[in-house]
């Protein structure tokens, strides 16, 4: 095998199922990059309870997700898949980094900011910790390269500044600067034709759901608004079924939709039937491998377990150097 081009470090909150915008926004990149990067993929389930009220579906979350990572392509053999708290060392260098972190840094960032403003009365010191925590994620396993959304950019910066931060202090250059490497899909939008696709504003379409679910959720998408009869033309350009149509279909039948539409020659319901009949052969090999994986309920713990050891040998490897570098007694 040739040698890789570096180390990738990804992280995802435990959303369990996941959905097309998770599909194609950050999962499809995660399986691209195993065969050129040394990767781990990390359910980050501390992350989680930041903003979690409560815990009874971590579990199956945690496995739906990991799941649907595997059924996408992700290969044990290929990437390591773990979970964030089975590799405590992350908290150990968590705790560390916080002793080279200003407060201000933390409370100025805009996603701290947002998360004040969406839940008032629950701020609790995690939460104000999290990019720290995130930070320990991506440094703990010395990773280049951090795959994320641009949303996670200042993160990512925080990440940078940590480790320089750090090597400063103690003088030493054990802990590696990431570089983010953005995800160039745009954005996909939900079945409300206004929203991100996302699983607590329910406008989503599971990556793994049936063909009928997958149908029955496409003939909800909303479609240009100003579209009210079947004889009225629409306009492509402010519908998102189209911009599916995009992604899914062939340059024929994109083209076929963008000419037929504005002259009404095709209906919204004949059109949302051939992307869902798209979407739907497209993801036909994915929830195969999903209807396989699932037979065996221990097989995607006994691929975590596995995936955990590897991270923690890695993890354990840095902590020393890092005990090391401070001259920690
Ligand atoms: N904060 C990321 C998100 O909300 C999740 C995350 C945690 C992460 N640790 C990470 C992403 C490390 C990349 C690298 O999406």
Known sequence: MPAKKG????????TGRQHLGNYLGAVKNYVAMQDEYDCLYCVVDLHALTTL?????LRQNTMDMALDWMAAGLDPKKCIIFIQSHVPEVTELH???SMVTP????????TFKEKVRENPHN?????????????????LYKANFVPAGIDQAPHIEFARETARSFNHHFNTDVLVEPQMKAT??????????????S???HNDIEMTASAEETRARVM??????????????????VCNVYWMHKIFSTPEQIHMVDVECRRAGIGCVDCKKLLAENINKAMEPVREKRAELEKDKNLVWDILKDGDSRARAIAQATMEEVRRAIDLP
Request: charged content about 25%; hydrophobic content about 35%; aromatic content about 6%.
């Open 53 to 57: 009220e409560t815990t009874e579906d």
């Open 95 to 97: 705790t560390i980094l």
């Open 123 to 139: 701020v609790n010191y995690g939460l104000v910790g999290y990019p720290v925590l995130m930070a320990a994620d991506i440094l």
């Open 184 to 197: 160039q899909f745009p954005k996909i939008i939900g079945i409300d034709g206004e929203q991100k696709m």
């Open 103 to 110: 407060l201000g840094k933390l409370t100025d960032l805009p």
């Open 220 to 237: 909800m998408m909303k479609t240009d608004p100003a579209r009210i009869r079947r004889q009225d033309p629409g306009n492509p350009d």
């Open 199 to 201: 699983k607590s504003l």
């Open 7 to 14: 180390r990738v470090f990804s992280g995802a909150r435990p």
